[in-house]
């Protein structure tokens, strides 16, 4: 996790993400969003989740910094990946010493930097595990296309990598398409959180056969509550000290209130904790919520 030191609604992200509101405040928004991250921090402490808080730095400004799961991504086998963003002024947050301030305090072994940034030269992006949800034991990679997700370099990073991708499209209530494939889908050890409403018609059967096909509980969301942040949830590991390895899915406080009852009971009996946490400034001003502040660290099993 990054903690913001210059978090505020980018003009230049907000383009292509419709979830971002500009803020009518008296200011205020950045002292907000690190009481909003401390909290949520705090949190994960609290339910036995590793947690690494790394600095962001005030120069120059990264407005988006609190969401590093868009620029780098930590794998089993020791693979780093840099991914190509949209924004210039999201391509600041790459920093090398946010990579080895986590390898160093998680116990990661970094073996290979796979760097795909390249490609922000020919107008091709691939924001990291916004742009791609990974079911880690089928290794299928679903990702919805964008102006943030491009095809072909999904497929570079599925044969990187060793996944399958599974490619579609996903638009808003009102047919624009949603920037990125996190905040429609979520994919846990025994339950998948998809927005069916929001895949496209030629897509649907195919991306929700895959999913039923792995034997997960399917948990399925309308426009409503992928609005409200419902699609942007992680499932992480914790510890217990009755249960022991255990796994804990986060989300906002908006998305839990926005689940009606039936979904999140059912959501509910296919992990063994639910965290909900308040970030309504991050997820205001930023578009993003819980899921995209937390980049996860896979340790060699």
Request: aromatic share 6%; glycine share 8%; with cysteine.
């Amino acid at each position: 996790m990054v903690r913001p030191a210059s978090f505020g609604y980018n003009p230049e992200t907000a383009a292509t993400n419709r979830f971002q509101r500009q803020s009518a405040g008296a200011g205020g928004e950045a002292a907000a969003a690190r009481r909003e991250f401390d909290g949520l921090a705090a949190a994960l402490i609290g339910e036995g989740v590793r947690v690494c808080v790394v600095e962001d730095t005030a120069a120059p400004p990264k407005p988006d910094a609190v969401f590093p799961n868009n620029w780098v991504s930590f794998h089993e086998d020791g693979t780093v990946v840099l991914y190509p963003m949209q924004a210039a002024s999201r391509r600041r947050e790459r920093r090398r010493e946010v990579v080895d301030e986590a390898a160093a305090r998680l116990g990661f072994r970094v073996s290979r930097v796979l760097d795909l940034t390249s490609h922000e030269g020919q107008g091709r992006y691939l924001e990291g595990t916004g742009s791609l949800v990974l079911d880690h034991i089928e290794r299928t990679a679903y990702a919805c296309v964008s102006p943030r997700t491009h095809a072909d370099v999904v497929a570079e990073w599925a044969r990187e990598l060793g996944y399958e991708p599974i490619v579609f499209s996903a638009v808003d209530r009102t047919a624009v398409p949603l920037y990125h494939t996190n905040v429609l889908m979520c994919i846990g050890e025994k339950v998948a959180i998809v927005g069916v409403e929001a895949i496209a018609a030629a897509d649907r059967d195919r991306v929700i056969e895959r999913l039923r096909a792995t034997g997960r509980e399917i948990v399925e969301l309308g426009h409503g509550e992928i609005e409200r942040f419902a699609g942007n949830m992680l499932e992480l590991g914790s510890w217990d000290e009755a249960l022991g390895d255990c796994r804990v899915i986060v989300m906002s406080e908006a998305a839990r209130h926005a689940l009606p009852p039936e979904a999140f009971a059912r959501l509910s009996a296919c992990t063994d904790e639910v965290l909900a946490v308040p970030v309504p400034t991050i997820e205001r001003l930023g578009g993003g919520s819980v899921r995209c502040m937390l980049a996860e660290v896979f340790l060699p099993a």
